[in-house]
């Protein structure tokens, strides 16, 4: 009986580390936040207290009317009065109503669920560059949704600036 309450112990202990080890090395596309990413437009749920200071988002290179699957390669700019304290700079999260946004700089820029966002690298910049296939077929207007956060720096969300913006264009 002893012999078995301790194989019974043993199990339990390995089973707890293995299931500990392999919850610690997986990782959900839709569950990254604060400085690696953000997927999603909610940033003001946290990024709150910066509303005075100006933020201006620019989206370089985006047509006034799109060819039919032609890739455009965009720059996204943030530009704000509010000044970083480090290396934390900003982040975005961007959203295609048609068409694919596309990653052009790995180490800056990722696709994290339905959204394409800044990395854990790209936090210290307030500029991207991205990308954006056209649709198949030039029958509808397509937005392109941006949010961003202009960080101070602190390593909190509080006091970061937040804006929004759409970006449109017709097709040819």
Known sequence: MKIQTKDAGIFLVLLFFGIFFVLSF???????????????????????????????????GMPE??????????KLIIRSDLESISDIKGGFAAQATAGELLEKDELNTQISGDYLTHTMEGNKYREWTIGWKAPQVADERVDIEVMVVAANGDYSPSMDAVGFETFRTDPE
């Open 26 to 60: 997986t990782t959900r596309e839709d569950t990254y936040a604060f400085l690696n990413s953000a997927p999603s437009f909610e940033c003001m749920d946290c990024h709150i207290g910066a509303e005075d200071y100006v933020i201006d988002i620019m989206l370089e």
């Open 65 to 74: 009317r799109y060819e039919p699957s032609k890739t455009y390669e965009l």
